[in-house]
């Protein structure tokens, strides 16, 4: 769950169109304290919960837990880990599932190992705005103590993508287990309420993975199949809200 005082606040400027230092937006929000639980947490508990914004740009607080049964979420884990560790290991190791991808890995604490696609089918593409910056992202998914992760991050100044989890494995970003077992997360550095934020950088390189991800397993590259996080039952997010431009994104993702 998330503290009223680990609240994010947006980069009132935020970068013009391909325009960034660095990729970092000038600084670095408070992290929360996770999303609880083994597959259960949530980037969408840490970091496009922490200080979640709404399409008016209000804050608001998360407390109560994203997914849906920690008892049941821990009983899963505790019933796949010696299958699972024994052939993908509890921690991946540095490759990249997508080409341009630069492996900056989650601590194995916050996803859980699996063979997907044999344990579990792919068929989602779950889309998030990290509500933070693509540092500080990152950090909270190398937190053991936050229990949340997705499996990219894409940078708004330059578009480029952090792969943090392996596609077979788990990423804990949709705050709801059986959402969670047949999705791949792409957190989005940015505000909800800060549209600057989504430059032509970050929308072509997050839909050239979204269409290689769509590739890859066959998943149909439409908004049925590549969703906000807003649509995952059960969950209060808004991301990545109205500004997101969801025609502009689903041309890309079937052009490229």
Request: charged fraction near 20%.
């Amino acid at each position: 769950m998330t503290r009223a005082d680990d609240l994010g606040t947006p980069d009132p400027s935020g970068p013009l169109d391909g325009v960034g230092e660095s990729g970092q937006l000038g600084r670095d929000v408070a992290s929360g304290d996770g999303g609880n639980g083994d597959g259960g947490g949530d980037v969408s508990g840490d970091v496009d919960a922490v200080g979640d914004v709404d399409v008016d740009g209000g804050a608001r607080t998360r407390r109560r837990l994203l997914r849906g049964g920690l008892a049941f979420g821990a009983a899963v884990a505790v019933g796949l880990t010696a299958e699972l560790t024994s052939s993908t290991g509890r921690a991946s190791t540095g490759a990249v599932d997508h080409p341009s991808a630069v492996w900056t890995p989650a601590t194995s604490h916050n996803y859980t190992a699996s063979r997907r696609t044999s344990s579990y089918p792919i068929d989602l593409v779950v889309i998030h705005v990290t509500q933070a910056s693509f540092t500080n992202a990152i950090g909270i998914f190398q937190s053991p103590s936050h229990a949340v992760s997705a499996h990219y991050v894409v940078r708004s100044g330059d578009g480029e993508i952090a792969q943090c989890v392996r596609e077979h494995d788990i990423a804990w970003h949709a705050g709801n287990w059986g959402y969670n077992t047949r999705s791949i997360g792409i957190e989005h550095e940015g505000w909800v309420g800060q549209p600057a934020y989504f430059t032509s950088a970050m929308y072509s390189a997050s839909a050239a993975l979204t269409a290689a991800i769509c590739d890859r397993y066959g998943i149909p590259k439409d908004r049925d199949h590549i969703i906000g996080h807003y649509q995952v039952p059960g969950t209060d997010h808004t991301d990545p809200g109205a500004n997101w431009d969801w025609p502009r994104y689903l041309a890309l993702v079937n052009a490229a």
